[in-house]
Structures are given as structure tokens and as C-alpha cells.
């Protein structure tokens, strides 16, 4: 069984994937994790943000996720790569074709290997498991997306202005939706879960029923 969910940025899935994937007893793929690791090696080399040099970059950069932590060669990065500058990087290199190519790949390789898997991001319907079993789009208003980053952030100990977080969630919805390679949006068979008003819990029951009628038919 594959379980793929996409999103906005804030709309709760990452979330939701890994408790789904903890009840479920499945195997949780952060796909973004992947972007963002990226990002931080491309941030921390001083890569220029251009295509050939990040494709390059990336023979000398190894991800490797376990759980709910990141690595990147060997180090732990799972709190460095959380960063709003880092997802902002993040959404940057995730228009490069070749980028996205070598990390579908490794994302595909992750799948196959697990028996049943929860992954999330922003093709992982579209574009890496097009086959999935079950397809969930996770949106929320673009308010209540900024808010739920601030707190996320006072949580951690900054405190950044909602206006300033609003307006990065601005940007990020535009260059996810309307970037060339894999853009962001819902197949046809997706279902379509609005997280505005609904509770935590409230989402994970009710794809669990998915995978239970699912789960029964076949």
C-alpha cells in the first residue's frame, strides 16, 4: 500500500503523514526533506543557484532518512534544515529538472524497498508514485497556514512577524504551483482534504476510513 500526500507548505501534511504512518505501522518518506537537505548543502558551500553547479553538488551529497530524522553525509540536519530560509531555498532548487530527476529516483528506491509506505511532499501523486494506492491533496487557507508557521516558530524560540511568514507562504504557494518541473496540484483521483477547520485527529481518522474501505475491497 502506498499512501501519497501532497500539499501546500503548512497545510498540516508532514504532520499528518508521520502519525498516520506511526499508526499505521508504515514506513514515512519526507520527500521536502530531501529539497531542503539539498538546500542547506547548497547554502552552507556557497553553490551558485544554477542548475549545472547544484547537479554537480549533488555527487558529494548523500541523504539518508531514518525515522523522522535527515541526514546529510552522516550528519544529523533534521532541526537546520526547518528553516524559513531553507524551505524558501528549497522551493528555489526544486525547479531544476535534472534536481528533481535524481531525487525522484532516490525516493522511488525508498518506496520499493518498503512494504507499505506513507510519502508526502509535492509530486509524490503526480510525479513519484503516480501509481499510488490512495492520493490525498492537503490544502488550508494561506491565513491559517502563516499562522500555524508562527507558532511553529515561537515554539522553537523566534518570533518572526505573521505578516512576514504570510507573505513567504505567498511566495512559496506561487513558486510550487506555478514552477515548470512538477508543479504543485492534485491528480484527478485525489482526494481533496481542506485543513482550515478541522483538528489533527479529525484528518487522520478520516483517511484512515480510506485505507480501511480500500483495504476491504481488495
Do not use: C, W
Amino acid at each position: 500500500m502506498i499512501i501519497a500526500i501532497d500539499g501546500h507548505a503548512g497545510s498540516g501534511k508532514s504532520t499528518i503523514a508521520k502519525l498516520l504512518a506511526k499508526k499505521l505501522g508504515y514506513t514515512y518518506v519526507d520527500t521536502g526533506a530531501m529539497y531542503r537537505t539539498v538546500a542547506l548543502y547548497v547554502l552552507r558551500n556557497h553553490i551558485p543557484l544554477e542548475e549545472p553547479a547544484i547537479v554537480k553538488a549533488m555527487e558529494n551529497i548523500d541523504i539518508y532518512l531514518e525515522d523522522e530524522k535527515v541526514y546529510l553525509n552522516s550528519e544529523d540536519v533534521s532541526d537546520l534544515i526547518r528553516t524559513e530560509e531553507i524551505g524558501h531555498l528549497a522551493s528555489q532548487i526544486a525547479r531544476f529538472k535534472e534536481v528533481r530527476k535524481i531525487l525522484v529516483n532516490l525516493q522511488r528506491e525508498i518506496g520499493k524497498k518498503a512494504k507499505n509506505v506513507v510519502i508526502e511532499g509535492r509530486d509524490t501523486a503526480t510525479v513519484v508514485f503516480p501509481d499510488a494506492d490512495i492520493k490525498i491533496f492537503m490544502t488550508a487557507s494561506q491565513q491559517v497556514r502563516a499562522k500555524r508557521r508562527v507558532e511553529q516558530l515561537k515554539q522553537k524560540g523566534f518570533n518572526v512577524p505573521y505578516e512576514h511568514i504570510l507573505q513567504k507562504v505567498i511566495e512559496r504557494d506561487k513558486l510550487d504551483m506555478e514552477r515548470k518541473e512538477s508543479p504543485l496540484r492534485p491528480t484527478e483521483e485525489s482526494i481533496i482534504i481542506d485543513t482550515t477547520d478541522k483538528t489533527i485527529d479529525e484528518v487522520i481518522d478520516f483517511i484512515i476510513e480510506i485505507v480501511k474501505k480500500k483495504e476491504a475491497k481488495e
